[in-house]
């Protein structure tokens, strides 16, 4: 039996949490700001993902990734949503993408499914999703850091941590 199935789970998993903890260290209105009007906020970028997510793994071993009802422009448009919102859809779009990952098995990591007609096995078309939301999820980070107005709690090793984390690793088998 493969691990990719479990390991792919658990790193988007881990991506996931990186973003909510991320995200709790922002103020609401921090969510919608946008420097120039071409940039997105992490509103948008949630929207985005979620969206995305909705669309490739809806059906995802019998329909094309993109789907018809999908309107990604849209994603990109800042609709005026409060938090709670954002999270509402950003749930919706994890929860469909995580239990399509959860319903597939090692026979059909070679099965093909399209997006955009462009056909990929499972296997690629995960390592597909993995480096895009990875990206976007970096760019949550990065948001948030740059909207944050008290000290940044870091989300792995903090700055001038990492003697002290590899210590306590050694100690602590």
């Known amino acids: 039996m493969s691990s990719f ?4 789970i658990q790193i988007f998993k881990q991506y996931k949490t990186i973003a909510e903890k991320a995200i709790e260290q922002v103020k609401d209105d921090a969510l919608f700001i946008t420097h120039k009007n071409d940039e997105n906020s992490i509103a948008i970028i949630m929207q985005h993902l979620s969206g995305n997510m909705l669309s490739r793994w809806t059906d995802f071993l019998t329909s094309d990734g993109e789907k018809d009802w999908r309107n990604r422009d849209a994603e990109f ?5 409060t938090r709670a919102m954002v ?6 779009g994890w929860s469909v993408f995580i239990s399509s990952l959860d319903g597939l098995s090692d026979s059909d990591l ?5 997006i955009r007609k462009e056909p990929h096995t499972v296997t690629e078309a995960i390592n597909r ?3 895009h939301y990875a990206y976007h999820i970096g ?11 008290t000290e940044w709690k870091s989300l792995s090793i903090p700055k001038n941590g990492s003697n002290l984390f590899n210590s306590e690793k050694m100690r602590n088998p």
Not at 110 to 114: A, E, P, Q, R, S
């Open 87 to 92: 999270f509402i859809n950003w749930e919706k």
């Open 129 to 131: 999703q993995m480096a």
């Open 139 to 149: 760019q949550i980070v990065l948001l948030c850091k740059t909207h944050k107005t």
């Open 5 to 8: 199935l479990p390991s792919s």
């Open 110 to 114: 070679n099965k093909t499914v399209f």
């Open 77 to 81: 448009e800042n609709l005026n949503l």
